[in-house]
């Protein structure tokens, strides 16, 4: 069983940079990767970035690449997503993802919004 909590979102300007924060417990052991997706407003919840075993390989949705950035820390302990120059369109609620063999576990997201 893995436990995710997110946090570090608001409400910001278009332009302006978050950080949003993955708090894993439970066994971390068995991840071999995470990620954090994001669902708009009427929309289906889409990937944003994921970071896999060992913390070298990460992928990014077109749509943010260059401006967003996820890293780790300890393990798989924390995660984090960079978020710079956003966009109104980027607006939605975040959630971290973890892959634990065949299961995947989720937090309870956090709201970003940026306004124009």
């Known amino acids: 069983q893995v436990y995710l909590v997110e946090s570090g979102g608001g409400l910001v300007q278009a332009g302006d940079s978050l950080r949003l924060s993955c708090a894993a417990s439970?066994?971390?052991?068995?991840?071999?990767?995470m990620g954090w997706y994001r669902q708009a407003p009427g929309k289906e919840r889409e990937l944003v970035a994921t970071i896999t075993n060992g913390g070298y390989g990460t992928t990014y949705a077109d749509s943010v690449k260059g401006r967003f950035t996820v890293s780790r820390e300890n393990g798989w302990n924390m995660v984090y997503l960079q978020m710079n120059s956003l966009k109104p369109e980027d607006t939605g609620v975040y959630f971290c993802?973890?892959?634990?063999?065949?299961?995947?576990?989720w937090g309870q997201g956090t709201q970003v919004t940026v306004s124009k």
């Open positions: 993802n973890a892959a634990y063999f065949t299961r995947d576990f």
């Open positions: 439970g066994d971390t052991i068995g991840i071999s990767g």
